[in-house]
């Protein structure tokens, strides 16, 4: 049994979808949930996390309804999507009431806060107004709220919004070192790269309804009617374009705005690649670089949604 | 895909009971609005009548005093009557305290979470959307026990304590479950019409104008609707179920045996408190969500 599992949920705000018979198992680890603004992101997370009741259907983390079971959301982490908050509350104050709000004593929630916000590297800030923190702190302080009691279950809304690439590293790092610790994550997501760098599972949501679900190169299979494109930078691309103009394989080829790049349509990349090989011994060509463009989520997501 | 060991399981330490979770949001909220300044300067401005009604006791207690600065006349001893009539005077002046305590302490309650959308915080907590009400309610709650049932019963401490006469309290204890009484009549329906008020909107500044609108233009309309009927077949007693101020007013009257301003039975104004704290409990109920629907 999936620790996370979704079966057939909906929810309508009066006439406005948010989701709609979205079924999906989540495993323990990371799973990036991706799909444009308004895709459903965000009332998922917020059904999962027992804000909101679903219309219809049902979800249960570790077997237990998250609707109404308010025991549950003591193994719960969320780190919601919002700016601005207690701006006049220092970052271990805020921190503390809502280890508070966990239920933790307050020696307790006060050590935990210290101990978290050294994890999330904010020991300089710990005394300073939240009203004076940076994008990037307070998104690390609200990032830092949803993981204090240890969560069994880590629901992210885009958690690296506005954080400086230093901060992106170590988050990233950390919501890995979380999935590998047998903890379940869920990361919202509308930056694809961002998801990309944490793990390679993911579900896709648009119009309220679940797109694809899987590792990213899972769903590149279901997606093998679309053509890839590989970039291939080479000094001669004329002589090589002749060459590739007569490969079956090989749909279209068009010159890159680089003088040295042209760039190849394909609906079968792995017969191409086996090619490539003899390009370079037989004809003699000089390849200096070859990239498959396609192979990241952002392509992926973009021809699931087109 | 990677599998990973199923090595979760559920947390088995020690909890805080779950009754007292909203405490954790009431101690907050007070602590916060004590530590504003202009907060305790209207704080004081609010006590100021306490303090006028504790010195009118002292002298009561010391007509000595006042036969010394030949000021015992008939007029200054009706003044230092310290009777029922004195401890209805005394909450009815804090009224306006009560307004100004419950607007500044609880305009932005909700508005604000709603504004930076922190009520997503609260609700993925192990609380629920009762604590998250309680811990707010009870911020204004506090303050305006401050101004009101507190200072109210401590005039009768201090009339005991004044006269070295502790039976007072006793004998007088009637008047002190008025004071509570009619401190909750005031306290109730303004907590819940704030934090109602509050729940709608994201800005302060509206929540501000929308109480003060819905706390002072009945008593206008009220006011200017009796006088149009006062000739035909409408009783115009009706209209005073209208405003919070007349039912207050009205309650307070009838708790103390006092005059009564309008010729009604307090059920009926008692009811109108209870379908007005209903209708707030409904559109709190509507509001305290964790999303907004954007149409």
């Known amino acids: 049994m999936a620790y996370i599992e979704i ?18 198992r989540i495993e323990p680890g990371v799973t990036g949930l991706l799909g444009p603004n308004g895709a459903g992101k965000s009332t998922l997370l917020k059904i999962l996390t027992g804000q909101i009741k679903a219309d219809t259907g049902g979800a249960t983390i570790g ?11 003591e193994i719960v982490g969320f780190c919601p999507d919002m700016e601005k908050f207690y701006e006049r509350l220092t970052g271990l104050e ?13 020696s307790k929630a006060m050590q935990t806060a210290r101990d978290t916000l050294h994890t999330m590297g904010l020991d300089d800030a710990v005394n300073k107004r939240i009203g004076a923190y940076s994008k990037g702190m307070r998104q690390r302080v609200k990032f830092a709220q949803a993981i204090m009691h240890d969560p069994e279950v880590l629901f992210l809304d885009e958690p690296m919004q506005g954080m400086d690439p230093l901060g992106r590293l170590q ?19 509308h930056i694809l790269n961002e998801v990309e760098d944490m793990t390679n599972t993911i579900l896709v949501l648009n119009h309220g309804q679940l797109l694809a679900e899987g590792d990213v190169h899972e769903i590149r299979e279901l997606i093998d009617e679309q053509p890839r494109h590989v970039r291939i930078t080479t000094p001669e691309r004329r002589k090589l374009s002749n060459i590739l103009i007569g490969f079956p394989e090989v749909q279209t080829i068009s010159f890159e705005d680089a003088p040295d790049e042209l760039m190849v349509q394909t609906m079968s990349p792995d017969a191409f690649y086996q090619r490539l090989p003899d390009l370079v011994m037989k004809d003699k060509i000089t390849i200096e670089q070859i990239s498959t463009l396609d192979d990241n989520l952002e392509s992926v997501f973009d021809y699931l949604v087109k | 895909m990677p599998v990973y060991e199923q090595t979760y399981s559920h947390y088995e330490g020690e909890y805080r009971p779950r009754s007292l ?11 916060q609005t004590w530590r504003k300044k202009w907060f305790r300067i209207i704080l004081m401005f609010c006590l100021a009548p306490f ?29 230092l009557n310290i009777d029922e009539k004195f401890y209805h005077t005394f909450l009815l002046i804090q009224s306006f305290p009560c307004f100004l305590m419950t607007l500044f302490t609880g305009a932005d309650l909700i508005a604000s979470d709603r504004r930076t959308k922190a009520l997503t915080l609260y609700l993925s ?14 911020i204004p709650c506090f303050y305006l026990y401050l101004v009101s049932m507190i200072p109210g019963l401590f005039l009768m401490f201090f009339y005991a304590f004044f006269n070295e006469n502790w039976m007072y309290l006793w004998e007088n204890r009637q008047i002190a479950g008025r004071i509570v009484l009619l401190s909750h009549v005031y306290i109730i329906p303004m907590i819940a019409l704030i934090l109602a008020i509050s729940s709608m909107t994201r800005s302060k500044v509206s929540a501000v104008v929308m109480f003060c609108v819905i706390s002072f233009v009945p008593d206008t309309l009220v006011n200017i609707l009796y006088n149009l009927v006062q000739e035909t077949w409408i009783n115009p007693d009706y209209f005073s179920l209208f405003s919070l101020n007349t039912v207050n007013r009205q309650l307070g009257a009838v708790l103390f045996k006092q005059e009564i301003p309008y010729d009604l039975h307090w059920g009926w ?22 999303v907004e629907v954007v149409k």
């Not at chain 2, 979770?21 to 602590?31: D, E, F, K, V």
Request: charged fraction near 15%; include cysteine.
């Open chain 1, 63 to 73: 077997g237990i309804p998250v609707w109404n079971h308010i025991k549950l959301y």
């Open chain 2, 21 to 31: 979770a909203w405490t954790l949001i009431a101690r907050r909220g007070i602590i």
């Open chain 1, 7 to 24: 079966k057939n949920l909906s929810k309508w705000y009066g006439q406005v979808l948010g989701i709609s018979g979205v079924t999906a």
């Open chain 2, 269 to 290: 104004y008692v009811s109108a408190l209870a379908v007005l704290v209903a209708l707030c409990g409904l559109i709190l109920n509507k509001q305290i969500r964790a």
């Open chain 2, 125 to 138: 907590k192990p609380i629920t959307r009762l604590d998250y009400l309680f811990g707010k309610a009870s």
């Open chain 2, 51 to 79: 303090i006028i009604m504790t010195l009118r006791i002292y002298l009561a207690s010391n007509m000595e005093l006042l036969n010394l600065l030949e000021f015992n006349t008939s007029a200054v001893k009706d003044i």
């Open chain 1, 171 to 189: 988050t990233a790092e950390l919501i890995r070192d979380y999935g590998q610790r047998g903890k379940t994550v869920v990361v919202s997501s």
């Open chain 1, 94 to 106: 805020f921190l503390t009431y809502m280890a508070r709000l966990h239920g933790m004593s307050k």
